[in-house]
Nanobody
Framework: QVQLVESGGGLVQAGGSLRLSCSAS????????MGWYRRAPGKERELVAS???????HYADSMKGRFTISRDIAAHILYLQIHSLAPEDTAVYYC???????WGQGTQVTVSS
């Protein structure tokens, strides 16, 4: 059964970095677009970044500069590297497969000031 499982979240101090992972067993990244979203407390879910099957990367305007999306095609793992974390980055981060509208359970990132 295809599923998405995020990991790598946690509590981090402002200015720190995290690398989130999304294990996407059964998904061929070369045929599927993938993305990272986040939902902050009291806010709507928002796109962070996406990567197409051909490797084209898109970042939401507000996310450019501190976020890096990447993938390991052979290992079926999607990554999101976040630098210079700020309290406003506190959110649950989700990965998704656009082709199937499949979502993971999310991983909590909490940034302390």
């Amino acid at each position: 059964q295809v599923q998405l499982v995020e990991s790598g979240g946690g509590l981090v101090q402002a200015g720190g970095s995290l690398r989130l992972s999304c294990s996407a067993s059964g998904i061929d990244f070369t045929e599927n677009g993938m993305g990272w979203y986040r939902r902050a407390p009291g806010k709507e879910r928002e796109l962070v970044a996406s990567i197409s099957g051909t490797g084209r990367i898109h970042y939401a305007d507000s996310m450019k500069g501190r976020f890096t999306i990447s993938r390991d095609i052979a290992a079926h793992i999607l990554y999101l590297q976040i630098h210079s974390l700020a309290p406003e980055d506190t959110a649950v981060y989700y990965c998704t497969n656009f082709n199937s509208n499949l979502w993971g359970q999310g991983t909590q990132v909490t940034v302390s000031s």
